[in-house]
Nanobody, 117 residues
Framework: QVQLVESGGGLVQAGGSLTLSCAAARSTYVINTMGWYRQAPGKQRELVARIIFGGATDYTDSVKGRFTIARDNTENTVFLQMNSLKPEDTAVYYC???????????WGQGTQVTVSS
């Protein structure tokens, strides 16, 4: 099991910025994809952004142009820079890592992001 430790959540005003970080403990697993998901009250968990080892990225439409995902492959750390935050971005944000050999999906415990108007 890969242990994921998240940080950076908090309370901000609309239009403000936050940066989330997630560090994966070292293991014998190969970590291929890392990303961020979020879950708002009464909503299903959804993908926010993800990045593979080679650098290709994928974003949900609602955050394109505002959020940026980056990765430090050497340290197995992923970052999510969130700009121009909106109240609808309020959610618990979860770090995710996908591994191979063996295959697995791993989750952090989540960090709260609250955007006030």
């Amino acid at each position: 099991q890969v242990q994921l430790v998240e940080s950076g959540g908090g309370l901000v005003q609309a239009g403000g910025s936050l940066t989330l970080s997630c560090a994966a403990a070292r293991s014998t697993y190969v970590i291929n994809t890392m990303g961020w998901y979020r879950q708002a009250p009464g909503k299903q968990r959804e993908l926010v952004a993800r990045i593979i080892f080679g650098g290709a990225t994928d974003y949900t439409d609602s955050v394109k142009g505002r959020f940026t995902i980056a990765r430090d492959n050497t340290e197995n750390t992923v970052f999510l820079q969130m700009n121009s935050l909106k109240p609808e971005d309020t959610a618990v944000y979860y770090c995710n890592a996908q591994t191979y050999v063996p295959y697995g999906v791993h989750w952090g415990q989540g960090t709260q992001v609250t955007v006030s108007s």
